[in-house]
């Protein structure tokens, strides 16, 4: 009866952990789509090279979530 117990603890805490994970690459989603139209923006603007060492600063640790 225990290992029942335990398997239904196991089977919620994954299905919350998976929620949590949908939830967060939604907006790891949405702050990449906004960072490439910063870009775009900026590069309008004429304004991407100025800035382009602090955007490189942000999106450095975005591209290596993205990469996994």
């Known amino acids: 009866m225990p290992y029942i117990c335990r398997d239904e603890w196991l089977t919620d805490y994954v299905n919350v952990l998976f929620e949590e994970n949908a ?20 590069e309008i603007e004429g304004l ?12 450095m640790p975005l591209d290596a979530n993205f990469q996994q």
């Open 23 to 42: 939830h967060d690459k939604g907006r790891s989603d949405r702050d990449k789509r906004m960072l490439i139209e910063l870009k775009k923006i900026l």
């Open 48 to 59: 991407l090279d100025a800035c382009s060492p602090f955007l490189m600063k942000i999106t």
